[in-house]
């Protein structure tokens, strides 16, 4: 997960099963920006320690959520958006 996202949520059959919630800060996620502010990144996820059963034919469907208002995209040096991501 990017910076900016909130969550990844597995769900089978329409049903959550699991979902993993981004941490900000703390000593992993704390960086300093181009222009010098503090900027508090992704340090760790929950996870998701119990066993989630699957069997032939079940729809699993992988949700990520994102809020670039709360966690807005860092600027570069130059000014525009560093962080981004593709999905094909």
Not at 5 to 33: D, M, P, R
């Amino acid at each position: 997960m990017h910076d900016g996202g909130l969550n990844v949520i597995l769900k089978v059959n329409g049903k959550v099963a699991c979902e993993s919630k981004a941490i900000y800060g703390g000593e992993a996620g704390t960086t300093i920006a181009p222009d010098g502010t503090k900027w508090e990144t992704i340090g760790s996820m929950t996870k998701c320690r119990d066993p989630i059963p699957v069997k032939r034919g079940d729809k699993l469907i992988a949700e990520a959520n994102y809020d670039l208002v709360q966690h807005p995209a860092r600027q570069n040096a130059h000014g525009a958006m560093s962080d981004q991501m593709g999905f094909l």
